[in-house]
């Protein structure tokens, strides 16, 4: 089974908008960490938030917050004021566990999301 | 405060060649893994180093190996290419602290590796 699924392979929003990036997983382990990459097309993977499965509240960093349904088991991205530099490749990643080092991320396959003027 | 460097960036190898990649992660963090990009596979988990040990590794054939100096630079080498290794490969370094805090990945920009 899948560890971490994207259904949307693309998606498009219009420049100042906001948009919601899909993602589920699939882990029986109590502790577990999700990320959101951005990888534009110059292929560096960028940090974009982190939500642990002991946080009480949503991430949030600056435009960017996720929201976490944990008996879901949904970790959606939202990405307030969409601008055309938005557009690239967004990764939905988990961690299991939590050892000392980070371990091993297991990625969905991406959404690409175009932004529009 | 420098990110994660890759070198080199691009790379042309002729099948049953071998190749050397490197990777310097941010100072200070001592955890660094790599992995392994396609269209067709998605990004898929190679090696875990932390203090120049070994911690976790993928499911990969034994041509795909690593190592770790005690700077924390880290070198992943593949040997006897195949057309199937062209691919982008990415090095994330992590604090790797002992205290599970680990929260943040930092990716380099990849080598982009072709066999032909």
């Known amino acids: 089974a899948q560890k971490i699924t994207q259904t949307q392979p693309g998606m498009f929003v219009q420049e100042k908008e906001a948009v919601t990036l899909d993602c589920t997983y699939d882990t029986s382990d109590p502790s577990y960490g999700l990320f959101w990459y951005k990888q534009p097309s110059s292929g560096e993977m960028i940090f974009l938030i982190y939500q642990g499965s002991y946080d009480q509240q949503n991430a949030t960093e600056g435009r960017y917050s996720l929201n976490f349904q944990k008996a879901r088991k949904s970790a959606n991205l939202v990405i307030s004021a969409s601008q055309l530099g938005d557009s690239a490749m967004y990764f939905c990643a988990m961690r299991e566990g939590r050892g000392s080092t980070l371990g091993r991320l297991y990625f969905g396959r991406g959404t690409q999301l175009t932004v529009w003027p | 405060k420098a990110g994660v460097t890759q070198t080199p960036r691009y790379l042309i190898k002729t099948r049953g060649q071998q190749v050397t990649l490197s990777c310097s992660p941010i100072s200070g963090h001592r955890s660094v893994s790599w992995y392994q990009q396609t269209p067709g596979q998605g990004l898929q988990f190679l090696f875990e180093?932390?203090?120049?040990?070994?911690?976790n590794k993928g499911n990969f054939p034994g041509r795909f190996s690593g190592r770790q100096f005690s700077n924390s630079r880290s070198e992943m080498n593949v040997s006897t290419l195949e057309l199937g290794d062209s691919a982008l490969y990415l090095c994330a370094s992590s604090l790797g602290d002992t205290e599970g805090r680990d929260t943040e990945a930092f990716f380099g920009q990849g080598t982009r590796l072709t066999v032909v």
């Open positions: 180093y932390f203090s120049e040990t070994q911690r």
